[in-house]
């Protein structure tokens, strides 16, 4: 894909809620708290899945939807809504009104959830592990988008970087796999 419009935002939300309701049970880690991370990202994109369900694609910008993905999870209790509902504000901020998004515009949406995440982040273990891997995420899209590589192959090495973190991540693993399969999602919606 060349370039990312308001139809691949619903698929590429789509995807993500597919991805991680596929994976709740290896995001539900041992102890409480990753017990409960599980659910609450399925629980999450679920619920911006079916509200994004009744919309009409052309009428929104990108921008729109992730600003809708935001709005939904600020009615969600939690550490990970609060979180994701940052990241997505950030990126709707960042892409205003733009219709179509190559490689360097996505670029700032992906670089601005990651600030969103890092800038919302608590003390807690869990914060500062999904924060690192979008951080590390952020990095690698940027630098393939340096190299002027098309958005799937960006997209591609900020999956890769944030899934090489995730394998060897020790302490809040279930964290930074989410992370990880969301981005994974977000190519695989817009390859």
Same mark, same amino acid.
């Given at each position: 894909?060349? /370039?990312? =419009?308001?139809?691949?935002?619903? @698929? #590429?939300?789509?995807?993500?809620?597919?991805?991680?309701? @596929?994976?709740?049970?290896?995001?539900?880690?041992?102890?409480? +708290?990753?017990?409960?991370? &599980?659910?609450?990202?399925?629980?999450?994109?679920?619920? *911006?899945?079916?509200?994004?369900? &009744?919309?009409?694609?052309?009428?929104?910008?990108? &921008?729109? !939807?992730? =600003?809708?993905?935001?709005?939904?999870?600020?009615?969600?209790?939690? *550490?990970?809504?609060? $979180? !994701?509902?940052? %990241?997505?504000?950030?990126?709707?901020?960042?892409?205003?009104?733009?219709?179509?998004?190559?490689? @360097?515009?996505?670029?700032?949406?992906?670089?601005? #959830?990651?600030?969103?995440?890092?800038?919302? +982040? &608590?003390?807690?273990?869990?914060?500062?592990? *999904?924060? =690192?891997?979008?951080?590390? +995420?952020?990095? %690698?899209?940027?630098?393939?988008?340096?190299?002027?590589?098309?958005?799937?192959?960006?997209?591609?090495?900020? %999956? /890769?970087?944030?899934?090489?973190?995730?394998?060897?991540?020790?302490?809040?693993?279930?964290? +930074? $796999?989410?992370?990880?399969?969301? *981005?994974?999602? #977000?190519?695989?919606?817009?390859?």
């Amino acid at each position: 894909m060349k /370039a990312a =419009d308001s139809i691949s935002m619903v @698929e #590429m939300f789509s995807e993500i809620a597919v991805a991680i309701d @596929e994976n709740r049970s290896v995001l539900s880690g041992k102890n409480q +708290a990753e017990w409960e991370h &599980g659910a609450t990202m399925s629980a999450m994109f679920g619920a *911006i899945e079916t509200a994004l369900a &009744g919309l009409e694609p052309s009428e929104w910008s990108p &921008g729109r !939807y992730f =600003d809708f993905a935001a709005e939904t999870l600020l009615a969600m209790e939690g *550490i990970e809504p609060r $979180l !994701y509902a940052a %990241a997505f504000r950030r990126a709707g901020t960042t892409l205003l009104r733009r219709k179509r998004l190559g490689p @360097e515009e996505f670029g700032l949406a992906f670089t601005a #959830m990651a600030s969103g995440i890092r800038d919302h +982040a &608590g003390n807690q273990p869990r914060d500062q592990v *999904i924060a =690192d891997v979008w951080e590390k +995420a952020a990095a %690698a899209y940027l630098d393939a988008s340096k190299r002027d590589l098309p958005l799937a192959d960006c997209l591609q090495a900020a %999956a /890769a970087a944030a899934r090489g973190l995730a394998s060897t991540t020790e302490h809040g693993r279930p964290f +930074a $796999l989410s992370a990880s399969l969301i *981005i994974r999602a #977000m190519h695989d919606a817009l390859k």
